[in-house]
């Protein structure tokens, strides 16, 4: 496997399919309650909020795949569902490639944010391993701890 695989997905994630199983079954959820709550030329707020959606898949979800997936998805609930109807898919120009920028732009935005904080992170680790192995190693773990006199 190729050394740079983390950068895509964590260690720690949930599998790939399972987290693209969420973000799928939450776009469908949140285009449910667009279609109830906003009017159907509120177009607008709707792709605002499935972008949310995606972004946050792509922020906690911490994988890429799962959230450029799930944004695709997002784009095909929106456009049969909310902009149609019945679930009929069209191509409706600049319009369809702008919503389809927003969503994948707003998945890769959540993973990037998850990035940063997983490359501080393993950072911040790194930096206090080399304090340790360089420098003051079994002081700075128990300054205040004396030795134990058992014998």
Known sequence: MDRAWWLV???????????LAAG????????????????????TARVAVLALWTLAVGAFGGDLVAAVATGAI???????????RLGVLTWHGTAD???????????G??????????VLRHRRHVVRLRAWLHGDGLTS?????EASHSG
């Open 9 to 19: 997905r964590p260690r720690y994630a949930a599998p790939t399919g399972v987290t």
């Open 24 to 43: 799928a079954t939450g776009a469908v959820v949140v285009a449910v309650l667009c279609a109830a709550a906003t009017a159907p030329s509120e177009v």
């Open 74 to 84: 997002a784009w095909t609930v929106l456009n049969g569902f909310l902009v149609n």
């Open 97 to 107: 490639a702008v919503r389809l920028g927003v969503l994948l732009g707003a998945a």
């Open 109 to 118: 935005a959540g993973w990037l944010g998850a990035l940063t904080r997983r």
């Open 141 to 145: 773990i128990s300054p205040n701890k």
